[in-house]
């Protein structure tokens, strides 16, 4: 059975009311940066020695112009609040090479990062809620569309579905690894008296292009950014109640940091053993060390 997605800001609000009020339970943050405009996706940028950060800045839906990407140093110091300004709800980042691409609720658009300006915006016709980005070892890049069950990619210029499947239990994270897509999945969020379904990961054979569960299935989380740990084990984190999880590949899953509701696309620095956790409703950005 499909699941029935709900994307309403509302309904990401409900959970909240109920989601404990927390910081970083029992992990000191590095630094943390505050005041940001719905913080939704991080990307370090290691070559550069910074992190990029999409704001969404008021309605995750909402064709306003207003969202924007921030420039932070590896150190949480501010470099440009505003450096890319013009987007209407930016989410995901990724990079290829000197372009980063960032999902915008039916477009993904191409910066150029020597010139700091927008080079192109690629239209996903039909597409509700582009979500998370990821880019292959091929170039192509990943972009999943929560609402409708569907990955787009953009390949050589073109930007079309590349596959829609209801196992995909609206797809969120994304990364890339060992010939296979691994997806973290949102499930299907309360509405109307509804508890929801939480979900867990999903991986995507890229040659196949066949759907199954990541280990046992067992139900995880409202799941939102993703990152590989390494030995088989990722970071996701929880958009609708806040944790931060460490999930192996067998299922199974224990949490490691614990925030408010609204913990959004996370990213690792596996050199550094560094998380960096954005956190829309409280409008910050937090690092992390893990063991």
Not at 41 to 66: C, I, M, N, T, W
Not at 141 to 154: G, K, M, Q
Request: glycine residues 14%; contains cysteine.
């Amino acid at each position: 059975m499909r699941p029935a997605l709900c994307l309403s800001f509302a309904a990401l609000s409900a959970l909240a009311l109920f989601a404990p009020a927390a910081t970083a339970a029992g992990r000191e943050p590095l630094w943390e940066v505050s005041g940001l405009k719905e913080p939704e996706s991080v990307l370090p940028h290691a070559e550069a020695g910074v992190l990029y950060v999409s704001q969404v800045v008021g309605d995750f839906r909402a064709k306003d112009g207003v969202g924007f990407i921030a420039k932070v140093s590896a150190d949480g110091k501010m470099i440009d609040a505003e450096w890319i300004k013009g987007l209407n709800a930016p989410k995901g980042l990724a990079r290829v090479g000197g372009t980063l691409y960032v999902a915008d609720i039916d477009e993904l658009v191409a910066i150029d990062l020597e010139k700091g300006e927008i080079a192109a915006r690629h239209k996903a016709e039909g597409a509700v809620f582009l979500n998370d980005a990821v880019a292959g070892p091929d170039g192509r890049v990943f972009v999943s569309d929560t609402a409708t069950n569907t990955i787009w990619a953009l390949k050589d210029g073109r930007f079309a579905p590349w596959l829609t499947d209801e196992g995909l239990q609206g797809p969120n994270g994304l990364i890339v690894e060992n010939g296979r897509l691994v997806v973290a999945a949102i499930g299907r969020l309360p509405k109307d008296g509804d508890g929801g379904a939480p979900a867990h990961l999903v991986a995507v054979d890229l040659g196949a292009k066949t759907v199954g569960a990541l280990g046992d299935g067992r139900p995880v989380g409202f799941l939102d950014g993703l990152a590989a740990l390494g030995g088989g084990a990722y970071l996701a984190s929880d958009y609708g109640r806040g944790p931060v999880y460490r999930i192996t590949a067998d299922g199974a899953f224990a949490i490691v940091a614990s925030f408010s509701a609204g913990t959004a696309d996370l990213a690792y620095d596996a050199e550094k053993g560094v998380a960096y956790v954005p956190q829309s409703r409280e409008g910050k950005l937090t690092a992390l060390r893990l063991p």
